[in-house]
């Protein structure tokens, strides 16, 4: 065997297997002394790649010519073609290759993908990786997601790409510490690993990963890194010394200009930096999912409810009136509080107000932050428990009467908590359903008393909540395939899971506040993949809130939802805004808010033709490489369309040569190949009949000058073509490798002052700005793939 290894060749003499490594003895077949240099590759260490003997020319027939020239067209790639798309084991749609073309193709070095909820942001990450790992074994990538969704990506990344990945956690830290010298970064080795955004907001773990460099980051739920927050200021540090960014979120801050700000800058290695390049897809842009039904049940409140809803709007109206003379923003907050967990349940805010009366008697102590135990949690704790020190703050400045007046309202809850008529209609709902089915709620205690009142109705339930370890809740949608009948969710704990294969009916006990709550709850079962048609129902009663505010709502955002752009409509919508028309009793506007008005932050890039037709030659070249033949005249058959391009342009005697003409730099790394068609003029002459002759006929008109000059033309034509894409996205690149050495400074050590750079304005990508050229040393070479001899109506 002949390899090349340190940007030589070599000739392997003996090879010796390790339980870790082999060795190879190699000989230098470059070297012309008399003895020629030997040397000892050790791998995974050296990356030693085979080099391909030149085969001898063999004469065929035309159909085995075909099979061979489909054999010899599959290396082939493109420049910036995405390679790993034929071993993917899932269905890939051309939008999905956009962001994998932006940054294998155009040098793009930050990505911000904002596709709508399941439209599979999780399998264009998987692409890039694919690709970056496909290019180089020393390849380090690293996945920052919210802790639960930490085990699902990598059973997606190991089932859909065969990419094998590190789960890093606490555990993973301590043993990497153990197993390995102590000047030896745990994050140093080449691989896949996928962290949580709370793990690596750790001063202790964030100083190890500054000091690492990363092919790509992908960040996903990107939103969550909110301005001003711990995990902002980590996640943003650690992703400026990636190379390559990419920033997955399907709930975009769009309606808040700051937060969409430092979306748009997580990963600004440098003031005047290209900003990210966006990519902003709905359900709208494909025209094969079938549409979701939403359905609004609503529920008569009984006459306990009624009262308790009408004091309670009396009492949070004062508290805003009286706070908001004091400018007391955290009365206003308590009273908010107690709206939202009166439309939750009647149980869940008879806990809150009871709280509440003890708090203001002084009866207990505001809850104060808690000291951390050893060892640290990967995760913060989940916001849906009951909102304690919310609920310390005096609304009213007569503090004895505000006590008597919720003393009130608790014995109305107490009341209506005896027989709640949502619960009731959720029950009668279930019953009425035989299949799986998805219950969001967003407290805690309200998921509570829900499952003991569905396990006495006689249907097996799971739980998901904020209360559980992550590893737990990751686990806990399997049960709906072992056949469980009800799942119970909150909000923070279902945040990212895929739940398609399993279930297609989410029922909403109560509708959010925050209107993009409402795509995230029904876009775990409507995902890419769903076989069935989803369907979507709320609950919602006929109380002042919900049918003003909260249920218009719903039923337009239902409505919209086939217009392009509807998610960014929610989105728009913030909770505050929703909570002031709550607390104002006036029903809300849904304005058409989309992120195109933030264009100053992002970059935008047209690549649906191109991603068309990588898909199209992705899924011919799973075909070829799976020995699946496609249907005859189908244009996805690279061989039919020479032999059918053949037939139409030569003439009747000619000889055509398939060339294929591939560009390398220096190292011999491959930036792009094609494939050519060239007509010889002379015509094949009157003798040439056996096989020998016709190589000697086909030899003789590759070493003809006249030949050969023709097709050094066609490589240098080739070459110069791809030298200024190549260039650029080269170019692209080292700039972003020097904003990473130059200023990159530790944001462990100053973790809450990080200093914040400004939003990026575009350099070389910039609209109508030229790009610096550096000349990558690309070389062009051609080389003969087959020679297809024509002679009368026939073919040799």
């Not at 942001?121 to 639960?148: H, N, W």
């Not at 079962?525 to 003003?548: F, N």
């Not at 059918?644 to 220096?666: C, H, K, N, W």
Request: glycine content about 6%.
């Amino acid at each position: 065997m002949r390899v090349c290894a340190r940007q030589r060749r070599w000739r392997v003499e003996a090879v010796a297997r390790g339980e870790d490594c082999t060795a190879l003895r190699v000989l230098d077949i470059e070297d012309g002394g008399s003895q020629p240099r030997q040397l000892t590759l050790l791998t995974p260490f050296d990356r030693p790649t085979t080099i391909v003997p030149r085969s001898t020319m063999a004469v065929v027939r035309p159909r085995r010519w075909q099979h061979e020239i489909d054999r010899a067209l599959t290396p082939a790639h493109p420049f910036g073609g995405l390679t790993s798309l034929a071993n993917a084991h899932v269905r890939i749609f051309p939008y999905q290759l956009e962001p994998a073309l932006a940054i294998v193709r155009h040098g793009v070095a930050r990505v911000l993908v904002a596709d709508g909820v399941g439209l599979g942001k999780t399998i264009e990450a998987g692409i890039v990786i694919g690709e970056l790992m496909a290019a180089s074994d020393s390849t380090r990538a690293l996945v920052l997601t919210p802790a639960g969704l930490r085990h699902q990506w990598q059973q997606e990344l190991q089932s859909h790409f065969a990419l094998a990945t590190t789960v890093a956690d606490s555990e993973w830290l301590r043993r990497a510490a153990a197993d390995r010298p102590s000047d030896i970064n745990p994050w140093a080795l080449a691989g896949v690993y996928i962290a949580s955004h709370d793990l690596i907001k750790r001063p202790e773990v964030l100083r190890a990963l500054e000091d690492a460099t990363w092919d790509l980051v992908v960040v996903d739920e990107a939103h969550a890194a909110t301005s001003g927050t711990d995990r902002r200021a980590a996640i943003h540090r650690v992703a400026c010394g990636a190379q390559r960014v990419m920033l997955l979120t399907a709930t975009p801050p769009v309606g808040d200009r700051d937060e969409w700000a430092s979306l748009c800058a997580i990963g600004c290695a440098a003031a005047g930096s290209p900003p990210p390049t966006l990519f902003a897809r709905s359900a709208h842009d494909l025209h094969d999912v079938p549409p979701r039904r939403s359905r609004i049940l609503a529920v008569a409140p009984s006459g306990a409810e009624l009262a308790m809803h009408h004091e309670l709007e009396r009492y949070s109206a004062r508290v805003w009136r009286e706070a908001a003379a004091r400018g007391d923003d955290r009365g206003r907050l308590a009273s908010v509080v107690l709206r939202k967990r009166a439309l939750s349940s009647a149980g869940s805010l008879l806990v809150s107000v009871l709280r509440r009366i003890d708090l203001l008697r002084g009866a207990i102590d505001p809850p104060a932050p808690t000291q951390l135990t050893l060892p640290l949690p990967d995760e913060d704790p989940l916001d849906d428990a009951d909102p304690g020190e919310a609920l310390a703050a005096p609304g009213l400045d007569n503090v004895a009467r505000e006590i008597r007046w919720l003393s009130t309202i608790a014995e109305m809850a107490r009341a209506a908590a005896r027989a709640e008529s949502k619960i009731r209609r959720l029950l009668r709902l279930l019953a009425r359903l035989p299949e799986p089915v998805i219950v969001f709620t967003e407290y805690r205690d309200t998921l509570a008393r829900l499952e003991r009142l569905i396990v006495a109705s006689g249907r097996t339930v799971a739980v998901l909540h904020g209360g559980m370890d992550p590893n737990t809740r990751a686990s806990v949608p399997d049960a709906l395939r072992r056949g469980t009948q009800t799942l119970l969710a909150t909000d923070a704990a279902a945040e990212g899971l895929n739940l398609h294969h399993r279930c297609r009916i989410v029922v909403h006990f109560e509708l959010p506040w925050n209107p993009a709550r409402l795509e995230q709850r029904a876009g775990r079962v409507d995902r890419i993949g769903q076989p069935a048609r989803v369907h979507e129902i709320a609950l919602v009663s006929s109380t002042a809130a919900e049918r003003l505010v909260l249920a218009p709502l719903a039923r337009r955002a239902a409505r919209l939802r086939h217009i392009a752009g509807h998610g960014q409509m929610l989105t728009a919508l913030s909770e505050s805004r929703v909570t002031n028309a709550v607390m104002a009793g006036v029903p809300l506007v849904l304005e058409h808010g989309t992120m195109e008005s933030s264009d100053a932050e992002t970059e935008r890039l047209d690549l649906r033709g191109e991603a068309h037709i990588e898909a199209e030659r992705g899924e011919a070249l799973r075909l070829l490489l799976n020995r699946s033949p496609p249907r005859r005249h189908s244009r996805s058959n690279p061989a039919e369309m020479w032999l059918t391009r053949i037939a139409s342009s030569t003439p009747i005697t000619s000889l055509v040569l398939l060339i294929a003409v591939e560009i390398e730099t220096e190292a011999g790394d491959a930036v792009h190949a094609e494939h050519a068609l060239v007509r010889v003029t002379p015509p094949v002459g009157p003798g040439v009949r056996t096989s020998a002759a016709l190589r000697r006929y086909v030899a003789d008109q590759i070493r003809n000058p006249q030949v050969q000059r023709l097709l050094d033309g066609y490589a240098r034509n080739v070459l110069s073509r791809m030298s200024q894409p190549a260039a650029t996205a080269h170019a692209l690149m080292a700039r972003r490798r020097d904003s990473i050495e130059r200023d990159c400074a530790s944001a462990a050590r100053h973790l809450v002052q990080l200093r914040m750079l400004a939003p990026m304005r575009a350099a070389a990508s910039q609209r109508g700005a030229p790009a610096p050229m550096v000349d990558p040393n690309l070389t062009g070479r051609w080389r003969l793939v087959g020679a297809l001899v024509r002679e009368g109506r026939g073919g040799r």
